[in-house]
């Protein structure tokens, strides 16, 4: 079975650009989530998505926004690239709430 | 602030001998934990979880425990082997207003020495 998968794997950007990342969930799950994860720290929560719907959002700026589809896949979107948005963006999915979130490998953001 | 912290940065184990990863939590709301190991390059991957109603459970090689009077959560690995070397996370999945986010402490670096 297939597991969680993002794209692109690796992308660089420059400040002030745009940026979407996707994620495709493991086939029955409901949950997406987006993570930030920077070098040498554990992942932060963005978002998460439950039907369609934003279920939560974390500590970041409005320059950060996500939708997710009706196939359950789900894009993040980062506006005005800094330099300190350069990180690994982890997806991870789950059947609903109260099971386990199982990651993707994540997208390599690079802001130059 | 409310967080999930770890207290050793970096452990290292002889092959063959047991591993503890310990972890602290503040939020004592939190009603399930759940144990990732991330190696380089890739994304956490789930290792077992355990809810608040519990205090012990155990898989394949590892087993975690709760004590929530402290609010201290562990992970046991049996006979150590080189591929667990990797970043251990604890998380904590809150409760709040029907979000499930998790929220990871820093992690531990377990090293096995062969």
């Known amino acids: 079975d297939a597991g969680v998968t993002q794209s692109p794997t690796h992308l660089i950007k420059t400040r002030g650009q745009q940026v979407t990342l996707r994620c495709s969930p493991i086939s029955g799950h409901k949950s997406v989530s987006w993570y930030q994860q920077v070098l040498g720290q554990g992942p932060q929560f963005i978002f998460q998505y439950y039907e369609k719907e934003e279920r939560g959002r974390g500590n970041f700026p409005d320059r950060f926004s996500a939708r997710q589809f009706p196939n359950y896949s789900s894009e993040l979107n980062v506006n005005a690239l800094l330099l300190g948005d350069s990180a690994l963006y982890l997806c991870?999915?789950?059947?609903?709430?109260?099971?386990?979130?199982?990651f993707g490998d994540g997208t390599r953001l690079s802001i130059l | 602030g409310e967080s999930v912290g770890l207290h050793l940065p970096t452990l290292s184990v002889q092959e063959g001998d047991n591993s503890i990863i310990n972890c602290a939590y503040s939020?004592?709301?939190?009603?399930?934990f759940i144990w990732y190991k991330q190696e380089s390059g890739k994304g956490p991957q789930f290792i077992i979880d355990i809810r608040s109603n519990m205090d012990k459970r155990q898989g394949q090689r590892v087993t975690v425990l709760l004590n929530k009077t402290v609010k201290h959560l562990s992970l046991q690995i049996a006979a150590t082997q080189p591929g667990d070397s990797a970043v251990y996370f604890c998380a904590e999945n809150r409760v709040d207003t029907g979000r499930r986010a998790l929220t990871f402490g820093s992690g531990t670096r377990l090293q096995v020495q062969p």
């Open positions: 939020n004592s709301a939190s009603d399930y």
């Open positions: 991870a999915s789950s059947p609903s709430f109260n099971q386990p979130q199982h």
